[in-house]
Nanobody
Framework: QVQLVESGGELAQAGGSLRLSCAAS????????IGWFRQAPGKEREFVAG????????DYADFVKGRFTISRDNAKKMVHLLMHSLKPEDTAVYYC??????????????????WGQGTQVTVSS
């Protein structure tokens, strides 16, 4: 089993940067792929970025390519999402999730096994 706790969400200015963190517990963490998803009010949850179990593969939604970077440190059981050039439309609750299929990276949230509680990101214009 894997437990996930997100942090780092806050109010940011458009054009600014934030780093979200996902702290994990559980011995099997290093075998899981990790995905970041987000959900804005009135919208469906959507895939943002994912990283394979080893960190060797990453995947991004088109709307964040070139702006967001996902990374992981298996020794510290941490995954980070570095977000640059923030836009008001990035406002959402951001969730990290763990997929026991460590690779390939999947974009469908229903395929993920464990979820954190979410962290709010608000980008003002």
């Amino acid at each position: 089993q894997v437990q996930l706790v997100e942090s780092g969400g806050e109010l940011a200015q458009a054009g600014g940067s934030l780093r979200l963190s996902c702290a994990a517990s559980g011995r099997a963490f290093s075998s899981y792929a990790i995905g970041w998803f987000r959900q804005a009010p009135g919208k469906e949850r959507e895939f943002v970025a994912g990283i394979s179990w080893s960190g060797g593969s990453t995947d991004y939604a088109d709307f964040v390519k070139g702006r967001f970077t996902i990374s992981r440190d298996n020794a510290k059981k941490m995954v980070h999402l570095l977000m640059h050039s923030l836009k008001p439309e990035d406002t959402a609750v951001y969730y990290c999730a763990a997929d026991r299929i460590g690779w390939p990276i999947r974009q469908l949230g229903a395929e993920y096994d464990y979820w954190g509680q979410g962290t709010q990101v608000t980008v003002s214009s």
